[in-house]
Structure formats: structure tokens, C-alpha cells
């Protein structure tokens, strides 16, 4: 089964907007990760933030997290026509990594 | 990063035919394994996770005579769709990783279409 829910389920912005996704999950984590998926292709690590972190930068990625609503965010700033993908947050609430439904991002050029 | 090789890519099949996809970690040892199930435009599910030397855990509802899983190495793992039914055709995903925690790598994907 799932773990979480992400909204929304589809952005589409134009290249050089910033991009905004958030997650929610249902239990208690360790930590949080986000991966990238472009179509029919496997999935690509982008971050972890662990439990104990608000937040955490890579790049043009930033993540928030937020234990006691259950739910972290990613911000993709300065968006590429490249970064158009499916981005999924993911946790281990029995050491099996569980995702959410993902959001499509589509960054017009 | 870790590399996580899955072959094949793409194949196709006629029904009630037997199907083995290979997941590989290339350079490191993979004490965990896991094989998901992935339907257009959905999000990843879960089908059994397997540890090196064990029988793998399956999700509820993955039949186990169906989808067969093997671990036998701590870098191969092998998913075989036994009796293909069209309904099998999906997207399916392995990954691997080193220990409990740590970050896990993915495979390509095996695009299975059964006719």
C-alpha cells in the first residue's frame, strides 16, 4: 500500500518559475527521501532529510519537513524545461520504502 | 552513486508464457532487494522485498506462485512472472541497497507486455 499523498498531482509552470510539491505521510519516520522519475524510466535519489532536520538544500532543490504535521515540501527554484518529470517523497515505516502518488511536473520552455 | 543494473529493459511475451527479469547491483553489496509494480501514470507499488539467502516477504495480494523471487546473492535478484497474463503487462522496478537505512538505488525498470 502507499504511504502518503502528494499534491498536486500535476504542476505545469514555464521555465525559470519556481516549483512547489508537497507530501504527506501516514507514520512515524526516520527519514523522508524525494526521488525524480522521468517517463518509463527508474527512479533517481534527489534527497534525504532525516527526522531530526526542518530542512535541507541540494542545489536548486530545497526540503522542508515537518514531523508534527507529517509532511515535507520540495522546491525546485529556477526551473528547466529538464526538469519535467513525475517527483515522488518516499519513507520506510518498515524498513520497505513506501511512496506517495507522485506529482507530474511539467516545465514548459 | 551506486549502480543497480535490470535486464531486460523491454520485453514481450505471449500469454502463459514464463518471464525472468535480473536486478543487479554493480558495485556494491546488496543485503536487501525490492521489486515493484508500477501502472501508467501511478505511483510505485510495493510487491515483496527480499533479503540476501531468505525467502522474500510479499505485500498482501502479490500471489507468490505468481511472482517468483530470488536472492540468491548479495548482488542478484531475480523476479519471474510465471503463466503471463495479459493483466501482468505493467512496469516493473527493482532496487537494491547495502544496508538497513541506507539509500536505495533503482533499477531502469523492465517494461513486460504480454499478449
Known amino acids: 500500500s502507499q504511504q502518503g499523498e502528494e499534491d498536486p498531482q500535476a504542476l505545469s509552470i514555464q521555465e525559470g518559475e519556481n516549483a512547489t510539491m508537497n507530501c504527506s505521510y501516514k507514520?512515524?519516520?526516520?527519514?523522508l527521501q524525494w526521488y525524480r522519475q522521468n517517463s518509463g524510466r527508474g527512479l533517481v535519489h534527489l534527497i534525504l532529510?532525516?527526522?531530526?532536520?526542518r530542512e535541507k538544500h541540494s542545489g536548486r532543490l530545497r526540503v522542508t519537513l515537518d514531523t508534527s504535521k507529517k509532511s515535507s515540501s520540495l522546491l525546485i527554484t529556477a526551473s528547466r524545461a529538464a526538469d519535467t518529470a513525475s517527483y515522488f517523497c518516499?519513507?520506510?515505516?518498515?524498513?520497505?520504502?513506501?511512496f506517495g502518488a507522485g506529482t507530474r511536473l511539467t516545465v514548459k520552455p | 552513486g551506486a549502480v543497480v543494473s535490470q535486464h531486460p529493459s523491454w520485453v514481450i511475451c505471449k500469454s502463459g508464457t514464463s518471464v525472468k527479469i535480473e536486478c543487479r547491483s554493480l558495485?556494491?553489496?546488496?543485503?536487501?532487494m525490492f521489486w515493484y509494480r508500477q501502472f501508467p501514470k501511478q505511483s510505485l507499488m510495493l510487491m515483496a522485498t527480499?533479503?540476501?539467502?531468505?525467502?522474500?516477504?510479499?505485500e498482501q495480494g502479490v500471489e507468490k506462485d505468481k511472482f517468483l523471487i530470488n536472492h540468491a546473492s548479495l548482488t542478484l535478484s531475480t523476479l519471474t512472472v510465471t503463466s503471463a497474463h495479459p493483466e501482468d503487462s505493467s512496469f516493473y522496478i527493482c532496487?537494491?541497497?547495502?544496508?538497513?537505512?541506507?539509500?536505495?538505488?533503482f533499477g531502469a525498470g523492465t517494461r513486460l507486455s504480454v499478449l
Open positions: 532496487s537494491a541497497r547495502e544496508g538497513l537505512g541506507a539509500i536505495q538505488y
Open positions: 507514520t512515524s519516520i526516520n527519514n
Open positions: 532529510i532525516r527526522s531530526n532536520e
Open positions: 518516499a519513507t520506510e515505516p518498515n524498513n520497505d520504502m513506501r
Open positions: 558495485d556494491f553489496q546488496a543485503t536487501t
Open positions: 527480499s533479503n540476501e539467502g531468505s525467502k522474500a516477504t510479499y
